[in-house]
């Protein structure tokens, strides 16, 4: 049976950019198709659904982080940015505004892939069959597969694929104190950085999902240690 290729949509002003990466991914295996600017994003979407966008932050008019916000009212798309600031503060801003990876330029495609297939895969992988479909913790249920927070008042949220999945870390480690690289690398399938603290962004975004910002108690900070979801995760029938 052949597969469907995933498409992708490249966003980067510079021509020769948007115009090598198309022609790697194509090469492995990926339909991929290019955009200067958000006008020219908008203009794809109208017709087309992809798996994935790579963002790059500097662009002319509307630039990757306002394309990050607006996307987020209304899509759980993963977004790969691209920065070439090598300040943290880019980074930073992007994952709060729902980015689920970024890369730093000048980088080598090879590793571009690599996150490519590390968020796709998380994107699509499906509860396990020992996963019941819908857990209970603190005052929240989550549905595992339409990815959706309920509060107690039966408001629904979906998550983002990076929300999704450090959530589902402290569900399955419920009660235990959890690292900053032991969150990264099981939420990210591969080890942090050094000196990377973009987790700590990660927790903080989830916790205002949550409601949980302002004196978390759900999520809970381990002075020295990491963070720990401080409540049982029961099976919801």
């Not at 203009?43 to 509307?62: A, K, N, T, Y």
């Not at 005052?139 to 408001?155: H, K, N, S």
Request: glycine share 6%; with cysteine.
């Amino acid at each position: 049976m052949t597969m469907t290729p995933s498409t992708l949509i490249i966003v980067d002003d510079d021509a020769e950019i948007r115009e090598l990466l198309a022609d790697y991914l194509g090469r492995h295996g990926y339909r991929a198709l290019v955009a200067e600017d958000a006008e020219a994003l908008h203009r794809l979407l109208v017709h087309e659904s992809p798996q994935l966008l790579i963002v790059d932050i500097m662009l002319p008019g509307d630039d990757g982080f306002t394309i990050c916000r607006d996307l987020r009212r209304t899509s759980d798309v993963p977004i790969i940015m691209l920065t070439a600031s090598g300040d943290d503060t880019d980074r930073i801003l992007g994952l709060e505004l729902g980015a689920d990876d970024y890369l730093g330029k000048p980088f080598n495609p090879r590793e571009l892939l690599a996150r490519i297939k590390a968020v796709l895969r998380r994107a699509r992988a499906p509860a396990t069959p020992e996963q019941a479909r819908w857990v209970r913790f603190g005052d929240w249920r989550l549905d595992r597969v339409t990815r959706e927070l309920v509060d107690r008042l039966g408001q629904r949220s979906t998550l983002s694929g990076a929300d999704y999945q450090l959530l589902q870390v402290f569900l399955e480690h419920p009660e235990q104190v959890l690292s900053r690289n032991e969150l990264f690398d099981l939420s990210r399938g591969r080890p942090a950085p050094p000196l990377d603290r973009s987790i700590d962004v990660h927790v903080c975004r989830l916790r205002q999902r949550l409601q949980d910002d302002a004196q978390p108690s759900l999520i809970r900070t381990v002075r020295g240690a990491g963070y720990v979801l401080a409540s049982q995760v029961e099976v919801v029938q």
